[in-house]
Structure formats: structure tokens, C-alpha cells
């Protein structure tokens, strides 16, 4: 096998499938900003001293569902 050719199946082995990932990394990193930003809309984090039951914990659960449903989504693209 020449070196050229084993250069190349190297290439399309190793580097395609990381910089796949790599490219998906940055989609899921947009998403997740865009979830905070919608959950922080939702449930505005309330000032300092003042007493907030739930407003983390709903914060939490929505980013968490929207970044399930997100990528849900991409996969089915």
C-alpha cells in the first residue's frame, strides 16, 4: 500500500469522525444557550434576600428538557 493511500484512509477515519463531533459539540453548546436564555425568561432569577422556592430547581428542569427535546430534534435532522 502506498504511503499516500494509507495517509488518506487514516484521514477518513480518524479525522472526519472528530471534526463530526466537534461540529455537533458547538450546536449542542448554541442549544444549550438558548435554553438557559428561554428558562431565565420563564423563571426570572429573583434578587438577592428575597425568598424563591422552586425558581432553581424549575430553571434546572427546563433546561434539562429542552436540551433532551433539542437534541431530539437534531438527531432526527
Known amino acids: ?3 499516500f ?3 488518506s484512509v487514516a484521514l477518513v ?3 472526519a469522525p ?3 463531533a466537534y461540529a455537533q459539540g458547538s ?3 448554541d442549544l444549550a444557550k438558548n435554553c438557559r436564555a428561554q428558562a431565565v425568561k ?7 434576600g428575597t425568598k424563591s422556592k422552586g425558581v432553581a430547581k424549575a430553571q434546572r ?3 434539562e428538557s429542552c436540551i433532551s ?4 430534534k437534531q438527531q432526527k435532522n
Open 27 to 29: 450546536t449542542t453548546a
Open 42 to 48: 420563564l423563571y426570572p432569577t429573583p434578587k438577592a
Open 1 to 3: 500500500m502506498s504511503k
Open 18 to 20: 472528530a471534526y463530526a
Open 69 to 72: 427535546k433539542g437534541a431530539d
Open 5 to 7: 493511500l494509507k495517509t
Open 13 to 15: 477515519f480518524f479525522v
Open 61 to 63: 428542569d427546563f433546561i
